[in-house]
């Protein structure tokens, strides 16, 4: 069993660090940034302190999955299928993947 559960592990990213990830992706676009920044409520000065938080990350994935094709440029960047962020959007929210 714990052979397994390191194999899903490598195989499934880790849900904070594709959380981040995503965030690095939406710097490079100021648009989709504002946006996001706007939606949330966050400022910019803010912003590297709430990256902490498991719910700002959260709502980072909840905005990549709101806009199909904002997710699969994400996605075809970080080398993902985009259910792996769905999957791990359910992890940040504590459910366990289907």
Do not use: H, K, W, Y
Request: aromatic share 6%; no cysteine; charged share 20%.
């Amino acid at each position: 069993m714990i052979a397994d559960s390191r194999l899903n592990r490598s195989v499934q990213p880790d849900a904070e660090a594709l959380a981040i990830q995503a965030l690095s992706f939406l710097a490079r676009r100021p648009e989709e940034l504002g946006r996001f920044l706007a939606l949330s409520g966050i400022g910019p000065a803010s912003l590297r302190q709430s990256a902490a938080d498991p719910a700002f990350l959260g709502g980072i994935l909840d905005f990549l999955l709101q806009d199909e094709p904002l997710l699969l440029s994400f996605a075809e960047e970080s080398g993902l299928a985009p259910a792996a962020i769905s999957t791990a959007r359910q992890r940040l929210a504590g459910a366990q993947p289907e």
